[in-house]
């Protein structure tokens, strides 16, 4: 532009009006935001809807677990996310904070459970190895109390069975836990129904209580009469019929188990309740066995070693175990000046019979001592026996001995006292030391010094013989010889004569034959005498023609 154009222009201009433009609705650039606060208030609310309960769950540790990642599922089915982790106040648990949904208001219920899934090796397997890839997650047994709180305690291991699942538990009682664990399987039939869910000693230390859970359909075999027992490791029996080796299953050798059966003579009753108690046998054979009744306790006093019984061993009647000895011990009779064995055993008497049985029912604690004292009058004694003569093991043997000597007892006496009598093994060895004291008498140097003179004087009499034989040899064989020819002489002419062909033999022939015929002649005349006896006196008379 031209420095004249520039002149031209006026140094001041006067200022522009600015007129607002009439609009009454807002523009179209504040819809955006209006439109983006407004999805965020309802999101915002949806969220605050949705939310569930929120609750703490207590662990000993954070393993696995991450803030905003872990999620809660139920069944497969993810029902919250952990929020926060943070540590007790104490430092001895991790609190984990757990959103729950809003459909998930049920698993806060009093009795849920929670436990961390990880991958885990133990008696019931493997499991959880699907978070080696996806991550631990919080696991959830859902509970059905009524009552709602928001805190709870973590299991550390996963519950063996969740309420989900159809059956009934029962609650055994035995001595002690053997090998059994937590997941250890329930075989009934050798068919796996059930598992161990949990144990705990009892308040006053003799015993363990055990809580087993039987799956559905097979927890209606389980009835008032049903017996369990372990089922762990081998049974070996060796009797009568062999060797014979019992086993419920390869898994119960190396974790452990629990059988049960109904004895077969026992009648049908129903169902058991939920919890109801039972008594562990430690083998099938204690668990199938008839009642015992109630136990009388009785001592014996040995005179002889005890090697070889243990507490334990059984107490036999004629074959049939009627109880067991309890302890063993040493007792010294002051008044004898000796040492006893007094041994104590717990006997059965309902194992002896139901008639038995039954006539000690009805009587009283005298009249008991007397029948008892009547069976000791009649013989009855206590013996041990060897139960193997592998290992040497003892057993302590009732029966009745009428030749047994008489004895006198304390009647009074608590526990009762049951005579012995020494063994036969024992009786061989009072006889064998009594042998050998008698052998010890024995002058056996005498005798050998006798019996090397008697060698002497016989091998001088052997030496004398042989010389008597030499001179046997020397003179009286040869004319034995020469004697021996004369007599084969003789026999040879006799042979000569005897011949048939010899003449002495044709002479006497000859003979023989001229007496035949005298013979016969002389038979003719006699005939003809007794027919005519008056030839004797006549003589001879012609017969007429």
């Given at each position: ?39 965020g ?41 952990v ?41 019931g397997g ?6 080696l ?14 009552l ?53 000693l ?95 306790v ?7 070693s ?7 061993a ?80 003892l ?39 009594d ?57 040879a ?6 011949s ?5 033999q ?40």
């Open positions: 532009m031209s420095e004249n154009h520039l002149s031209t222009i006026p140094d001041t201009l006067p200022e522009p009006q600015r007129t607002p433009p009439r609009r009454w609705l807002p523009g179209l650039v504040w819809l955006i935001p209006l439109i983006a606060a407004a999805v208030l309802s999101l915002a609310a949806h969220a605050i809807l949705s939310r569930g309960p929120e609750i703490t769950l207590s662990f000993l540790s954070a393993e696995g677990l991450e803030a905003g990642k872990t999620r809660v599922k139920f069944k497969d089915v993810d029902i919250g996310t929020q926060r982790i943070a540590l007790s106040q104490d430092s001895r648990k991790v609190l984990v904070t757990v959103q729950l949904a809003r459909e998930a208001e049920q698993f806060a219920a009093a009795d849920s459970r929670f436990w961390v899934v990880r991958p885990r090796i133990d008696v493997v499991s959880g190895l699907n978070t890839f996806s991550g631990a997650y919080i696991g959830v047994d859902a509970g059905h109390s009524t709602r709180k928001t805190e709870f305690t973590g299991l550390e291991t996963p519950p063996s069975v969740t309420r989900d699942r159809s059956g009934r538990q029962f609650v055994l009682h035995a001595s002690d836990l053997g090998s059994l664990d937590i997941g250890s399987p329930v075989y009934y039939r050798r068919v796996r129904v059930g598992q161990v869910v949990g144990y705990n009892d308040e006053n230390g003799k015993g363990v209580t055990l809580h087993a859970f039987i799956n559905a359909p097979y927890d209606r075999f389980v009835d008032g009469n049903t017996r369990f027992w372990h089922a762990s490791g081998f049974d070996l029996k060796v009797d009568s019929n062999g060797v014979r080796l019992n086993t419920q299953a390869l898994a119960t050798v190396m974790l452990g188990g629990i059988a049960f059966q109904t004895p077969e003579d026992q009648g049908s009753t129903p169902p058991a309740l939920e919890n109801t108690d039972f008594a562990l046998a430690a083998d099938q054979d204690s668990a199938l066995k008839a009642p015992d009744g109630s136990a009388a009785a001592v014996l006093n040995f005179s002889q005890l090697r070889g019984l243990v507490p334990g059984p107490v036999d009647f004629r074959g049939v175990v009627i109880g067991q000895v309890l302890s063993l011990g040493v007792d010294y009779d002051a008044k004898r000046q000796e040492f006893r064995m007094p041994v104590v055993i717990q006997l059965y008497p309902d194992r002896l019979g139901s008639r038995f049985h039954d006539a000690q029912s009805h009587e009283s604690e005298s009249l008991k001592r007397q029948h008892f004292m009547a069976l000791v009058a009649r013989g009855l004694r206590a013996q041990l026996r060897t139960g193997n003569l592998l290992t040497g093991q057993y302590v043997a009732i029966d009745f001995f009428p030749k047994a000597p008489p004895v006198k007892l304390d009647e009074s006496r608590v526990p009762i006292e049951l005579p012995t009598i020494p063994n036969s093994l024992d009786e061989i060895q009072v006889q064998l030391a042998i050998t004291s008698k052998l010890s008498k024995v002058p056996f140097d005498k005798i050998g010094r006798d019996l090397h003179t008697t060698l002497n004087s016989l091998d001088a009499t052997l030496k004398r013989s042989e010389t008597l034989v030499g001179h046997l040899n020397d003179d009286v064989a040869p004319q034995m010889v020469a004697a021996m020819k004369d007599a084969r002489s003789t026999l002419n006799a042979n000569r004569l005897l048939g062909d010899a003449p002495l044709q002479d006497a022939r000859r003979t023989l034959q001229d007496l035949s015929r005298a013979a016969v002649s002389l038979r003719v005349l006699t005939d003809y005498l007794e027919r005519h006896p008056e030839a004797l006196i006549r003589g001879k008379q012609e017969e007429k023609p």
